[in-house]
């Protein structure tokens, strides 16, 4: 579906403003008549299905006194008040005014609004629903004194007179009339697709004087209707045939469906509007839009599920697949699947696939997040990647949209940097931390060897099954290969090696750390110092070094500090852990897996995580590393949207997943030999 709020799609097409929706000068109020209950549910359901909410309501604002701030490249305009407030509302409006506002565009003063508002496809509404919002909006709605800020359009986008003309020629105030010839839930569907949903106000393409091309899908201009038009820097996607109707159902519902998810402001329509529509109304939708022949401006929706892809084979020989397996194969995994309920396949994604590549640049450089629903309450983030550099987006993107079966043309440096310079978007976070950039590793002398490196560290049990006693990847604690601020990153480790550990209270080697983390993190066995795979892991961590000199203090190095003086709450961290941890790492820490028994996320205790002579096991190491990283998809921090909780959530939920059952780790009696034992350690 469209990747915008389709109520302020037409901004940069059609000269837009948003009505206001009062009159100024005193108008006779409608005689008073007994309250009728059923026509203000019916006048509320209505409204959903109009999403009046997504337009008058301002964030944080009351409920439909206006105020929404919206930039257009024609000046900047603001919501109306259409609360029933008698002098800066609409409680004055006769049903009559109210209806001429809505199907003609005109309000009380005799103004002509801009089709900000849709009036056109509001035009198409039967009397008997357009009565039922009218009372809705008298009876229901609380009354807000909130004057409307004035808009501020550069002329001559601020005179109306032409508004007159451009009716006279485009608008059909006329109500939907069935077609015959058409079953009651086909009828049921265009009426609310063309009318009250006004879906073509987004998904048709726009005439010389900004018009839809076509307002249905009848006569000779109706091929264009719904057919994709990109608008607002997004590409709304044609609507003509798509998908199956469970499938469509599922993502107006829930903002998602085996395919892929909805972005943009569409989020908002999801979650104001069409989750509340009866199932009924879905199906009638489904089954219209199903009913519409394939459309010529974007590729066609699929209708049966792919066949589960794999790795692409150059994902670890290519820039944009090294760069894909950095920023985004944590989420939408390395064989583009996704994980279903928190983040969206990227295979066969209509959005990753589409002619038009404008959507997925547009959710690359400012982020994304899930639309709430009563079904996926739980909102998952996707951090904005405006830091990384026009090619390399560009790398990745052509990567994505040539992998898995989506064949569509290569992303251009040009074309982000073009979509950057327009959206201007601003960094949700800033870090000393000098992201390492995998890519670089195909420039290395040793490439190789250190791509290799990188591997080990990211599919250690696959790669090293005899020296990985759990289901722990070395990825697992060292996010991203080791490039992540505050996730243990790798960078200028290697330049503090050989060097003294207190825990083993000896000088020890690189070679000796790393297989203190098989022996503990991956409840394994040790790796021969002089083995090719040992080598390799050392020259990435080489590679990682860059100038890094002993002494030097590395911004990002390590999980952080948390205050050990904070108490931990056992209670309060099972509840955390059930609200913010069990959707990755299972309600009994067992990780979350494919239904082949592949792991997605790991497990955090029992026979396959680490056992209790790992860092992780301690309390308030576990609490640095929670709080700074976990959990991902929770806000805009690049590059995971990870961290988010308080400190004394992060040592509540610590404290209460590390005292978890684990494997014990037979060699605890040598630790700390020279005393300093951490107060928090499990032995």
Request: glycine share 8%; proline share 8%.
């Amino acid at each position: 579906m469209a990747s915008v709020r389709s109520r302020l799609a037409l901004c940069a097409m059609t000269l837009l403003l948003i009505p206001v929706l009062h009159a100024r000068e005193p108008i006779a109020a409608t005689d008073s008549e007994p309250v009728d209950t059923a026509l203000i549910d019916r006048g509320k359901y209505v409204a959903q299905l109009g999403d009046c909410i997504a337009c008058h309501t301002a964030p944080q604002g009351a409920l439909m006194a206006g105020g929404l701030q919206l930039q257009t490249p024609m000046g900047t305009i603001y919501s109306s008040n259409i609360t029933p407030d008698p002098d800066t509302g609409i409680g004055r409006y006769s049903f009559e005014q109210f209806d001429r506002a809505m199907r003609e565009g005109v309000n009380a003063e005799g103004t002509h609004l801009y089709p900000a508002m849709p009036y056109p496809s509001y035009a198409k509404m039967t009397e008997a629903d357009m009565r039922a919002l009218y009372t809705y909006l008298m009876e229901d709605v609380a009354p807000v004194n909130q004057a409307d800020l004035p808009a501020q359009m550069s002329w001559p986008f601020s005179m109306r007179w032409g508004l007159a003309l451009w009716n006279w020629v485009f608008l059909d105030d006329q109500p939907f009339e069935p077609d015959p010839k058409r079953p009651a839930l086909i009828n049921r569907g265009a009426y609310l697709v063309q009318g009250l949903g006004h879906c073509g106000a987004c998904h048709t393409p726009r005439g010389i004087a900004f018009q839809e091309k076509a307002m249905s899908d009848a006569g000779s201009s109706g091929k264009h209707f719904l057919a994709g038009e990109t608008v607002e820097h997004w590409r709304a996607l044609s609507l003509r045939n798509l998908w199956t109707v469970p499938d469509t159902v599922q993502l107006l519902k829930t903002g998602q469906n085996r395919f892929a998810t909805v972005s943009g402001n569409m989020v908002d329509v999801i979650h104001h509007s069409t989750q509340h529509f009866s199932d009924a109304d879905l199906t009638a939708i489904a089954s219209y839009l199903k009913s519409l022949p394939p459309g010529e401006n974007d590729r066609p929706m699929p209708a049966l599920p792919l066949t589960r892809a794999s790795a692409p084979d150059d994902l670890f020989s290519s820039r944009g697949g090294l760069g894909y397996t950095q920023f985004c194969s944590d989420c939408h995994r390395a064989d583009g699947a996704g994980v279903p309920g928190m983040f969206p396949p990227l295979a066969g994604n209509p959005s990753v696939a589409s002619r038009d590549p404008t959507s997925l640049l547009h959710i690359t450089l400012t982020g994304w997040k899930s639309a709430q629903t009563t079904t996926h309450s739980r909102v998952f983030s996707m951090p904005g990647f405006d830091r990384l550099a026009d090619q390399e987006i560009a790398e990745i993107l052509s990567f994505v949209r040539s992998r898995w079966g989506n064949n569509s043309t290569a992303v251009t440096p040009a074309q982000v940097k073009k979509l950057r310079d327009s959206l201007n978007p601003q960094p949700s976070d800033s870090t000393a931390f000098d992201t390492p950039r995998l890519a670089n590793l195909l420039m290395a002398t040793n490439a190789d060897q250190v791509i290799r490196g990188m591997r080990l560290h990211l599919q250690t049990k696959a790669l090293l099954p005899d020296n990985v006693g759990n289901a722990l990847n070395c990825t697992s604690c060292h996010l991203n290969a080791g490039t992540v601020a505050d996730g243990s990153p790798f960078v200028g480790v290697s330049a503090f090696f050989p060097g003294y550990a207190p825990r083993a209270g000896k000088v020890i080697t690189l070679e000796e750390r790393i297989n203190g983390c098989f022996r503990r993190s991956m409840n394994g066995k040790p790796i021969p110092a002089q083995s090719p795979d040992m080598q390799a892991m050392v020259a990435y961590f080489d590679w990682m070094k860059n100038n890094t000199q002993p002494g030097d203090k590395v911004a990002g190095r390590g999980v952080g500090k948390i205050d050990p003086a904070i108490k931990p709450d056992l209670g309060n961290g099972q509840q955390v852990y059930a609200t913010q941890c069990a959707v990755c790492h299972g309600v009994s820490g067992e990780g979350l897996a494919h239904e082949d028994g592949n792991l997605i996320f790991p497990p955090l205790w029992g026979d396959q995580s680490f056992n209790i002579g790992a860092g992780m096991a301690r309390t308030y190491t576990a609490a640095a590393f929670v709080k700074r990283n976990m959990p991902i998809g929770f806000h805009g921090r690049f590059p995971l949207g990870q961290g988010g909780l308080s400190d004394q959530e992060a040592v509540d939920v610590a404290a209460w997943f590390s005292q978890q059952p684990r494997p014990d780790f037979p060699d605890k009696v040598n630790d700390w030999p020279n005393g300093g034992k951490p107060v928090d350690a499990r032995y």
